[in-house]
């Protein structure tokens, strides 16, 4: 059984839901569970209002979308930027492959990213993937080349397996 909260946690409780704080506010500024919170404001005989919980929810939710597009858009600058230290290093095997694995990484997360927070407008999103998989197809194709090179064993090409 849960332990009861002093009285002036109690009216504090009461109080700030009569303001119109919502739960899980009111949760952390007196230091208790949602689930506590709730209890007290219904023996109290209140209630929160649901068009305020499904407005703070919506709201969150573009919060999130927009949080979720910054990054995303980070992202693809790393990306941007791998690519283009990817292509100065085709002389470096090493830096190449490091390059193009940096890419392929940036490109996981980006989906990930895209799988949460799909564009609304963007139909040439599938086109850029395709793009991007061939290169870093190629990006592979060309580190391993390259090594092989430099250890002087120019055996016969392999593919890699799609």
């Known amino acids: 059984m849960p332990v009861p909260l002093p009285p ?6 009461v109080e700030l839901a009569e303001q119109g704080h919502t739960r899980n506010d009111i949760a952390r ?24 919980t499904a407005a703070a929810t919506a709201a969150r ?3 999130q979308r927009a949080v979720r597009t910054k990054v995303n858009a980070t992202i693809l600058d790393q990306i941007q930027e791998a690519l283009r ?3 100065q290093s085709t002389t470096d095997p090493r830096a190449f492959q490091a390059f193009a694995q940096a890419t392929a990484s ?19 999103i599938e086109a850029m993937k395709e793009a991007l998989a061939g290169f870093l197809l190629n990006a592979q194709v060309t580190a391993r080349q390259l090594t092989e090179a ?13």
């Open 85 to 87: 230290q990817t292509a």
């Open 61 to 63: 939710q573009i919060d």
């Open 150 to 162: 430099k250890a002087g064993d120019l055996g016969p090409q392999r593919e890699l397996d799609a």
């Open 29 to 52: 500024t007196v230091g208790c569970s949602g689930s506590t919170v709730s209890r007290y404001v219904k023996d109290a005989g209140l209630s929160f209002a649901r068009e305020t």
């Open 8 to 13: 002036e946690k109690h009216h504090q409780i």
């Open 106 to 124: 940036l490109a996981g997360a980006h989906d990930k990213l895209a799988r949460l927070n799909p564009p609304e407008e963007d139909q040439n």
